[in-house]
């Protein structure tokens, strides 16, 4: 008898570590669970903080590039001549909305987008009766090598 004593005392002892080992495993697990959101949150912070940093750098740039563009469309809205408000395709016709003078013989710059292109003015009418010199406020047909869309920009040379 005296070996089932041993036998059952080694199988409680064997039984107590084995709890104090699961007991011990969600505690470890815990701890490792713990570290890793931590690291999990560091990381979400600095991946938001480059962000930032991104977003600052890309709006510094964006406001860099619309000052630049605002600056060049003053320099143009300063010199325009006249604008297209119609455009015949079938006889290469502009209609012209003018802001100065112009006359027969004039080189002119016209613009739109990134379509640009020179010419002499050959034909300028009013009400189909050609005329020499058009004034400001006036709306006058000009007769255009390539296509000019409505709100091309005419500008001198």
Known sequence: MAKKSRTKK?????????????????????????????????????????????????????????????QMVREIAENVIGKVTHYYDH?????????????????IRLKHGKREFEQKISSLQVNH????????????GMKVDEVADEGTLILPV
């Open 10 to 70: 080694k199988s409680k002892k064997a039984a107590k570590r084995k709890v104090k080992k699961t007991a011990r495993r969600p505690v470890r697990r815990a701890k490792k669970a713990a570290k890793k959101t931590k690291k999990a949150k560091k990381a979400k912070k600095s991946a938001r903080n480059m962000k930032k940093v991104k977003v600052k750098a890309a709006k510094k740039v964006t406001k860099k590039v619309m000052a630049e563009k605002k």
């Open 129 to 140: 009766t050609p005329i020499t010199s058009a004034t400001k406020g006036q709306e006058v």
């Open 91 to 107: 006889i290469g016709v502009a209609v012209v909305a003018v802001n100065e003078t112009i006359r027969l013989g004039d080189t």
